[in-house]
């Protein structure tokens, strides 16, 4: 192992699926060096020990060389290297990324793969769904990370209250914690990506595409209902209407002790215990829930995927190490290790004892949990996000439907081709 610390059809394919298919040979024979990005901070280094020093052994011929790549500029170094210029094997990106780099045709297509060998059918929506181009998987899932409500346990059992089955059940909650000089929730106004998983539980979405073209669909009736929840649940505390949950950061906010609950990732409680340590202890979580009693909520699943660029060295090679990434066994050891859901809704009983990434885990498998629309565009409607001001309208009293409509014909505008 070389390790850098730094720096179709359906049809089609169950054809293969069925008959089977030649091997895609890589060139040359004898010992094969398979180069790996993986982003700074994904894995830890006893993981990767584990997994490089297993898959030698069972691979003699096999030599794993990783690279860790900042998440600061990866953009333009993975066009380059798509390319051609310096090209790695595999190389991990954010779910959300997948659509962008498949538009340059410089991917492998995996579909036959996920179909036959992977047990596709049972990713989760969230990573599988942005890997996924015109019918054909470019992006392997890797793992999942999703908001959860983190919350003081101190403040709940003083007003006598336990974690929340329902929707109504927390409006109820909240609004009890949120009195005696306390914030039953502290949620800033332009939170988007929370917005979007009501938006989803209510069968909404922030985009749809028809016929080729994208279109914004903030204006429809179930996306107008989960900004109204959200409008809701953001009154029962003192957040910002008109800034995002970094202006001020929410974690510090919650570290003052008079904070019930915020939405955030788990990650988020490293944070809030070292601003203030007598926290330690003191945090729960569970997941967002969702409408129907006793189900989570539908929430924004971000994570990785692992695609494969067509002008690496070794893609046969690459997409026998991307199988054990993504088999049952190292995505196990990759969720314990680092509190990750792991890529199949099967595989949420291997972190039932840890109570955060369980919490994320039953949101992630949700009905209705998925990943930003998938055109290439999106990160385009991400650097002026229309979403973010028509939060502020909404939650200062605005007009929603029209707010609503302004901020979709923006989106429809910048996802348009050309």
């Known amino acids: 192992m070389t ?9 089609l394919v169950c054809a293969f699926a069925l008959t089977g298919c030649s091997f895609i040979s890589d060139a040359g024979s004898g010992d094969t060096t398979v180069r790996i990005w993986l982003m700074k901070g994904s894995v830890s280094d006893d993981f990767l020990k584990r997994f490089t020093e297993q898959y030698e052994k069972d691979n003699p011929s096999v030599d794993l060389d990783v690279a860790f790549q900042e998440w600061t500029g990866i953009g333009k170094k993975v066009n380059a290297a798509l390319d051609g210029k310096d090209t790695p094997d595999i ?3 954010g779910n959300t990324q997948v659509a962008q780099y498949a538009e340059s045709d410089a991917l492998m297509d995996l579909t036959l793969e996920s179909v036959r060998d992977l047990g ?16 054909s998987q470019y992006g392997i899932p890797w793992y999942a990370a999703n908001r959860v409500v983190i919350y003081n346990r101190d403040l709940f059992a003083a007003a006598d209250i336990k974690p929340p089955t329902s929707r109504e059940e927390w409006l109820e ?11 039953g929730i502290y949620l800033s106004g332009q939170d988007w990506y929370t ?31 989960g900004m109204e929840f959200y409008k809701t649940l953001q009154s029962l505390g003192q957040g910002p209407k008109n800034a995002d949950e970094q202006k001020p950061p929410q974690a510090g906010v919650f570290a003052k002790g008079t904070v019930a609950q915020m939405i955030d990732t ?89 109570e955060s990434t369980a919490a994320m885990a039953r ?21 002026d996000n229309p979403i973010k ?30």
């Open 91 to 93: 190389i991990e990106v």
């Open 195 to 225: 917005l979007a998983g009501f938006i989803w539980e209510e069968g909404g979405d922030l985009a749809v595409e028809r016929g080729g073209t994208w279109e914004g669909a903030l204006h429809t009736k179930p996306a107008l209902e």
């Open 173 to 183: 909650n909240t609004e009890k914690l949120n009195s005696g000089g306390n914030q």
């Open 120 to 135: 596709g059918e049972d990713w989760l929506e969230g990573l599988a769904q942005p890997g996924n181009i015109g019918g």
């Open 389 to 418: 001001p028509y939060m502020t309208t909404v939650l200062q009293g605005g007009n929603a439907a029209r707010a609503a409509l302004q901020a979709s014909e923006e989106i429809t505008k910048i996802l348009s081709p050309g």
């Open 266 to 354: 788990p990650a988020a409680a490293a944070a809030i215990e070292e601003e203030n340590p007598s926290l330690k202890g003191k945090l729960g979580y569970f997941p967002i829930p969702g409408k129907e009693e006793g189900k989570a909520g539908a929430v924004f699943t971000g994570g990785s995927d692992l695609i494969i660029p067509t002008k690496g060295k070794n893609r046969g090679t690459a997409v026998e190490v991307v199988k054990a990434l993504a088999s049952e066994q190292w995505q196990t050891d990759l969720a314990k290790t680092m509190n990750y859901v792991p890529n199949k809704k099967t595989l949420s009983r291997v972190v039932q004892g840890q």
């Open 363 to 383: 949101g992630a498998a949700a009905r209705g949990s998925k990943a930003t629309p998938t055109s290439p565009k999106w990160a385009n409607v991400e650097v």
């Open 3 to 11: 390790f850098r610390p730094l720096p179709s059809s359906l049809a």
